[in-house]
């Protein structure tokens, strides 16, 4: 598998959800993606949209999922800059303004692998136009904060920030891999939480492991939901679980 361009790598499992404000969900019909000619019927052979964020060199991440597609694994080749950062999506997965997107962080070498998920994600051309990734920190090694940045062709922006070394930290006590986040956008609200996964799923808005923050209008727009990988380092694999997206209805 070659390391540049838009590799192939697996689909979502299932139909996408709609959960309505009130926690229920009902399936969404989709039409497929123009790109690549497809329709809800014919998926058979979907592939991952994979977009450079900001790119370090002329390489980008392969994508390599297991035979079930119950998981992804992240490589980083030789000669991959290790200021890469990428974004995916599934070529099948609607634009919608308000969703959710949630993955588990599994078995990762190298010490600065920073891991995510990606929400109104637009993509021009195997790079990232627009998209609002909430990630964890690697700056210092403060692995129990956690960010959202904001991609705008290359450039980026900080969106908000929590630090959560209440239940991360600190440096030395920070709880073994596996960790799952979550993160959801409604109209210029974003939530996200984050967790070992040997411990039970928080609520929606419990501080030890998670924040609310109001964006700017300007990142109010319509994208894709998607996952985030970045600064692995030459040789390095990460892996993802559990991958899914979720469209959400609209607050009334």
């Known amino acids: 598998m070659s ?3 838009t590799p192939p790598v697996r689909r979502l499992r299932g139909p996408p959800q709609r959960v309505r404000p009130d926690g229920s969900t009902r399936t969404v019909q989709t039409m497929g993606d123009d790109r690549v000619g497809g329709s ?47 974004v995916w999506t599934m070529s099948d997965t609607p634009v919608s ?5 949630c993955d588990t962080w599994g078995v990762t070498d190298g010490p600065i692998t ?4 990606a929400l109104r994600v637009v993509e021009e051309d195997g790079s990232v136009a627009l998209a609002i ?21 290359g450039s980026f922006v900080v969106l908000g920030s929590v630090d959560l070394s209440a239940t991360f930290g600190p440096q030395g006590l920070v709880p073994e ?3 799952r986040m979550c993160a959801r956008v409604r109209d210029s609200t974003l939530d996200w939480k984050v967790w070992p996964t040997a411990r039970r799923e928080p609520a ?4 030890m492991f998670g924040t609310t923050t109001t964006l700017p209008a300007e990142w109010v727009y319509a994208g894709r939901p998607g996952f985030y990988v970045g600064h692995l380092e ?10 899914s997206v979720t469209e959400l209805e609209p607050e009334r």
């Open 177 to 179: 891999l596996p960790w």
């Open 204 to 207: 929606w808005g419990d501080a």
């Open 3 to 5: 390391g540049s361009g």
């Open 114 to 117: 920073q891991q995510g998920v």
């Open 97 to 101: 303004r308000d969703h959710q997107a």
């Open 40 to 86: 809800a019927d014919n998926h058979d052979e979907d592939d991952v949209v994979a977009s450079v964020a900001t790119g370090d060199g002329p390489l980008t991440y392969e994508f390599e999922p297991t035979a079930d597609g119950n998981a992804l694994t992240v490589h980083s080749p030789p000669g991959t800059g290790r200021n890469l950062r990428m």
């Open 133 to 153: 990734c909430v990630m964890k920190n690697i700056w210092m090694g403060g692995n129990w904060i956690f960010n959202a940045i904001g991609f705008d062709h």
């Open 234 to 243: 030459m040789g390095d694999d990460a892996e993802f679980t559990d991958e």
